[in-house]
């Protein structure tokens, strides 16, 4: 099993600019997350989804949006983007019978200009 | 709002000592309590999971424990070694979206063991 991957691992856009960040799991996972990583804020949650079709809101969701089309993949996107959101992006996933423990992607490192 | 805080920000001890980190959180109505690793430029590996019925959770060297109703969890490293050193990171998961909410995180203690 690949666990949870992301892609792209780097990339850097001009404000403005318009990208998709991907995350896919293997373990048939019901709930997806999206998190940020930022110095001094530590990991903060802006979207999560509990199953296919489904999305919510997290802490930091303004500026972003979420697709889950399918069970295994979980899309965050970034219409404008601003300065404000270069950051280290994580997505995690979770199933119900195993305590809900989440388990982490390697993370996409996002610089905008 | 669930407030998690770490202490200390930063631990630098000889190898072979036995270490504690601390966790707290401000509100006790937690689903779970998640240990994880981070090492620099990597993701977050997840160390141990406690449940809010439970009290502690061990796993090889490391042993965490969880005191719901006043707040506190802490991990314990055993004969700490040089691969030990990285950051280490508490969140708790709340207890009203029956274990689907996003985890709250602490900003971690970052480690070095010193060989």
């Known amino acids: 099993n690949a666990g949870v991957t992301q892609t792209p691992k780097f990339r850097v856009l001009k404000t403005g600019q318009s990208m998709t960040l991907l995350c896919a799991q293997d373990?048939?996972?019901?709930?997806m997350y999206w998190y940020r990583q930022d110095p001094g804020m530590g990991l903060r949650l802006i979207h999560y989804?509990?199953?296919?079709?489904?999305?919510a809101k997290g802490e930091v969701p303004d500026g972003y949006n979420v697709s889950r089309l399918k069970k295994q993949n979980f899309l965050l996107g970034l219409e404008s983007a601003a300065p404000s959101q270069t950051s280290v992006y994580f997505c995690?996933?979770?199933?119900?019978?195993?305590?809900?423990?989440?388990?982490f992607g390697p993370g996409t490192r996002l610089t905008v200009l | 709002k669930q407030e998690v805080t770490q202490i200390p920000a930063a631990l630098s001890v000889p190898e072979g000592e036995n270490l504690v980190l601390n966790c707290s959180f401000t509100?006790?109505?937690?689903?779970?309590l998640q240990w994880f690793r981070q090492d620099p430029g990597k993701g977050l590996t997840s160390l141990l999971l406690?449940?809010?019925?439970?009290r502690e959770q061990t796993s090889g060297r490391l042993n965490a424990s969880l005191d719901k109703s006043s707040g506190r969890s802490t991990l314990y490293i055993a004969a700490s070694q040089p691969g030990d050193s990285a950051t280490y990171l508490c969140a708790v998961m709340p207890g009203s979206g029956g274990g689907a909410d996003g985890l709250t995180f602490g900003k971690g203690t970052h480690l070095i063991i010193q060989p």
């Open positions: 989804s509990v199953g296919e079709g489904t999305t």
């Open positions: 373990m048939n996972h019901e709930y």
């Open positions: 509100d006790s109505a937690i689903y779970n």
């Open positions: 995690a996933s979770s199933y119900p019978a195993g305590g809900n423990e989440q388990f």
């Open positions: 406690i449940q809010s019925s439970q």
